[in-house]
């Protein structure tokens, strides 16, 4: 991991992103995520077939509209930073995150960009949660 060399380019500013990131999620926000995506950006995910399901930003914020949130399912929240690693402008930011039926890991690809973290490519596997009380 290389050191960033300016305090803009921390690891807090990246941790900082990732809260944003959470708050976003629990509320299916999807300015809140517009915010930290670049408007170049992509999300991708595995389908069915082992196919890769790629899809520009902007229709990924569509879909998050329509969704409900976990706050407004009444769902516990549990998020968490599992990793970043810096490496001069690029990092990668590693996630977990309830979304009810599913937990989900995203891998955030971000540069610093202007002046802050941009998320540039999310990638993202979720699986389904295990039956209620088995926790």
């Not at 509320?27 to 899809?55: C, I, N, Q, W």
């Not at 998050?64 to 990793?83: K, L, Y």
């Not at 599913?102 to 690809?109: A, G, I, N």
């Amino acid at each position: 991991m290389t050191t960033p060399d300016t305090p803009s380019k921390s690891i807090g500013g990246l941790a900082a992103l990732a809260q944003t990131y959470f708050d976003a999620a629990y509320d299916m926000d999807a300015d809140k995520f517009a915010s930290l995506f670049h408007e170049a950006s992509t999300v991708t995910r595995k389908g069915e077939s082992d196919t890769v399901v790629v899809t520009p930003v902007a229709a990924w914020l569509d879909v998050v509209r329509t969704m409900t949130s976990p706050r407004q399912a009444g769902a516990e929240r549990r998020d968490r930073i599992v990793s970043i690693s810096v490496a001069r402008d690029m990092a990668l930011v590693q996630l977990r995150l309830r979304i009810p039926p599913r937990e989900v890991t995203d891998l955030l690809s971000c540069f610093f960009i202007e002046g802050r973290w941009r998320i540039v490519q999310k990638v993202f596997e979720a699986e389904a949660l295990p039956p209620q009380g088995r926790d």
